[in-house]
T-cell receptor
Framework: AQKITQTQPGMFVQEKEAVTLDCTYD???????LFWYKQPSSGEMIFLIY??????QNATEGRYSLNFQKARKSANLVISASQLGDSAMYFC??????????????FGKGTMLLVSP | NAGVTQTPKFRVLKTGQSMTLLCAQD?????MYWYRQDPGMGLRLIHY???????AKGEVPDGYNVSRLKKQNFLLGLESAAPSQTSVYFC???????????????FGPGTRLTVL
């Protein structure tokens, strides 16, 4: 069975500093994807970044980068130059790919990030 | 494009009542999903659909039924609501882009359901 572990219930960071949110995963599937979603206090789920298990390079999207260490089964999110608007809950997720082409997501329990001025 | 929409946004039910949550997407996505989010639990998959007329069980399917009669709509039904079904329900859709693609799921705004 797939499992996503986020060990940090909460993180604090000062504005303009970088922060790393931890995510480890467990799967026996040879092909999978890793995602990070942001959930602000308004409640919507916002897709941030994706890393495929066969991707050679770490994914980057603006201030977000995914530190993918396959051997360690970790997929940490790095946010550079934190902004007040980054305060939110962050979820790591992994997909399972079915034979017919679909994929379903397994989510971690999330990390609450608070950015202070 | 409206993306993924959910109806209603809020609902209060009494134990034993039934209701249907509607999810609609205008992105022509093949795959649709229903999740529930409880405090400290992250999102858990209830049911999903890989195409019109097909549905499958997810991690926590008990007490729920679903239907996908049209490609753009995915309905989640509670036949006899229980307090344990108090939660925030999210619908999502995706367009599978192959094993090399992101298969990103696009989420609706959520429905907050309280069962008394």
């Amino acid at each position: 069975a797939q499992k996503i572990t986020q060990t940090q219930p909460g993180m604090f960071v000062q504005e303009k500093e970088a922060v790393t949110l931890d995510c480890t995963y467990d799967t026996s599937d040879p092909s999978y994807g890793l995602f990070w979603y942001k959930q602000p206090s308004s409640g919507e789920m916002i897709f941030l970044i994706y890393q495929g298990s066969y991707d050679q390079q770490n994914a980057t999207e603006g201030r977000y980068s995914l530190n993918f260490q396959k051997a360690r089964k970790s997929a940490n999110l790095v946010i550079s130059a934190s902004q007040l608007g980054d305060s939110a809950m962050y979820f790591c997720a992994m997909d399972r790919r079915g034979n017919s082409g679909y994929s379903t997501l397994t989510f971690g329990k999330g990390t609450m990030l608070l950015v202070s001025p | 494009n409206a993306g993924v929409t959910q109806t209603p946004k809020f609902r209060v039910l009494k134990t034993g009542q039934s209701m249907t949550l509607l999810c609609a997407q205008d992105m022509n996505h093949e795959y649709m999903y229903w999740y529930r989010q409880d405090p400290g639990m992250g999102l858990r998959l209830i049911h999903y659909s890989v195409g019109e007329g097909t549905t499958a069980k997810g991690e926590v399917p008990d007490g729920y039924n679903v239907s996908r009669l049209k490609k753009q709509n995915f309905l989640l039904g509670l036949e006899s609501a229980a307090p344990s079904q108090t939660s925030v329900y999210f619908c999502a859709s995706s367009l599978f882009s192959g094993n090399g693609g992101s298969n990103e799921q696009f989420f609706g705004p959520g429905t907050r359901l309280t069962v008394l």
